[in-house]
């Protein structure tokens, strides 16, 4: 439920940061600190949803703000906000690792599970639980063993199938039958009896292209790189303008979604969440439309 629920959400996430422009830097740092709450206890089961709304605020925020590395001047401030900024991310992996079953508590809420985050950092296997909470190591593994796949023989060529899935998503499996998602391939294959029980391994994009078009890959996803690259600034531009198109707001939803393809869940599965969350952004857009600003507030 949560696959379908949270396209919705992100969407409507985004409508609310157009509009929150207009206010000075405090009064949306409230709104984002409740945003965060908001999905920390709602969608503690999935840390990367969590991820994703906090890292659509902080590049969001960075966007109108003018924020550039080359302008940057190291002082408390911003040493006391990238203290903080991590505080908060550690703060919500560690409560969503509590909330499940990390550690085996007792646990029946967001607020209870408060509780429970020193006795969780002080248990011998913390540093191990957050390493697998942060997926460092399953990102690794899940890239490298379908390239090896392909490069020893083990498996053929996909040919662009599991790319071709997405175009799919409207077309009922009774008419056609549909490619399978790299997710499902590489998982079925990895751990067979983790995919029958409803598991799925992501596989990152470097990995997904090699599995099916072997060198040819490298071009592919120079490419691919050069596109995201170009409208990244389109996106840039359009932020501190406060564009309010369908079009550049699906852009905005497909870049503060990049992180899905980046983690591995498919290139089939990112444009199906896109695909998802249109209509709702067409209706929340008429809703709650946002202003045309074209001078930069102050904060």
Same mark, same amino acid.
């Given at each position: /439920?949560?696959?379908?629920?949270?396209?919705?959400?992100?969407?409507?996430?985004?409508? @609310?940061?157009?509009? #929150? %422009?207009?206010?000075?830097?405090? $009064?949306r740092?409230?709104v984002?600190g409740?945003?965060?709450?908001?999905?920390?206890?709602?969608?503690?089961?999935?840390?990367?949803? =969590?991820?994703?709304?906090?890292? &659509? #605020?902080?590049?969001?925020?960075?966007?109108?703000?003018?924020?550039?590395?080359?302008?940057?001047?190291?002082n408390? %401030?911003?040493v006391?906000?990238?203290?903080?900024?991590?505080?908060?991310? @550690?703060?919500?992996?560690?409560?969503?690792?509590?909330?499940?079953?990390?550690?085996?508590?007792?646990?029946?809420?967001? !607020?209870?599970?408060?509780?429970?985050?020193?006795?969780?950092?002080?248990?011998?296997?913390?540093?191990?639980?957050?390493?697998?909470?942060?997926?460092?190591?399953?990102?690794?593994?899940? &890239?490298?063993?379908?390239?090896?796949?392909?490069?020893?023989g083990?498996?053929? +060529?996909l040919?662009?199938?599991?790319?071709?899935k997405?175009?799919?998503?409207?077309?009922?499996s009774s =008419?056609?039958?549909? $490619?399978r998602?790299?997710?499902?391939?590489?998982?079925?294959?990895?751990?067979?009896?983790?995919? /029958?029980?409803?598991?799925?391994?992501?596989?990152?994009?470097?990995?997904? @292209?090699? !599995?099916?078009?072997?060198?040819?890959s490298?071009? =592919?996803?120079?490419?691919?790189?050069? =596109?995201?690259?170009?409208?990244?600034?389109?996106l840039?531009?359009? #932020?501190?303008?406060?564009?309010?198109?369908?079009?550049?707001?699906?852009?905005?939803?497909l870049?503060a979604?990049?992180?899905?393809?980046?983690?591995?869940?498919? #290139?089939? +599965? !990112?444009?199906?969440?896109?695909?998802?969350?249109l $209509?709702?952004?067409v209706?929340?857009?008429?809703?709650?439309?946002?202003?045309?600003?074209?001078?930069?507030?102050?904060?």
């Amino acid at each position: /439920m949560a696959a379908y629920i949270f396209p919705i959400q992100l969407g409507f996430t985004m409508l @609310l940061l157009l509009n #929150l %422009k207009y206010l000075t830097l405090k $009064p949306r740092f409230v709104v984002y600190g409740f945003l965060l709450l908001l999905f920390a206890i709602g969608s503690y089961d999935s840390k990367r949803q =969590i991820f994703f709304i906090l890292i &659509t #605020l902080i590049f969001y925020e960075a966007c109108i703000n003018g924020f550039s590395f080359k302008h940057i001047k190291i002082n408390f %401030k911003i040493v006391f906000l990238t203290v903080l900024l991590g505080v908060v991310f @550690l703060y919500i992996i560690l409560i969503s690792s509590i909330l499940r079953g990390y550690g085996d508590y007792q646990v029946h809420g967001f !607020w209870q599970a408060n509780g429970f985050i020193f006795k969780y950092i002080g248990e011998d296997y913390f540093t191990s639980a957050l390493v697998s909470n942060l997926e460092l190591n399953s990102s690794y593994v899940n &890239t490298i063993n379908p390239i090896n796949y392909v490069i020893s023989g083990q498996q053929p +060529l996909l040919y662009g199938s599991t790319l071709a899935k997405g175009l799919f998503v409207f077309i009922p499996s009774s =008419i056609v039958q549909k $490619p399978r998602s790299i997710v499902d391939i590489y998982t079925s294959i990895y751990s067979p009896n983790f995919r /029958m029980h409803g598991g799925s391994l992501p596989v990152t994009i470097p990995a997904e @292209l090699f !599995w099916n078009f072997h060198v040819f890959s490298f071009p =592919i996803l120079a490419f691919m790189y050069l =596109i995201f690259n170009k409208y990244y600034l389109v996106l840039v531009n359009g #932020l501190i303008k406060n564009r309010t198109t369908i079009g550049f707001i699906m852009m905005f939803y497909l870049y503060a979604s990049l992180m899905q393809i980046a983690r591995g869940s498919g #290139l089939d +599965l !990112w444009f199906v969440y896109c695909l998802r969350a249109l $209509p709702f952004i067409v209706m929340f857009r008429r809703v709650f439309k946002p202003k045309f600003y074209r001078q930069r507030m102050p904060v």
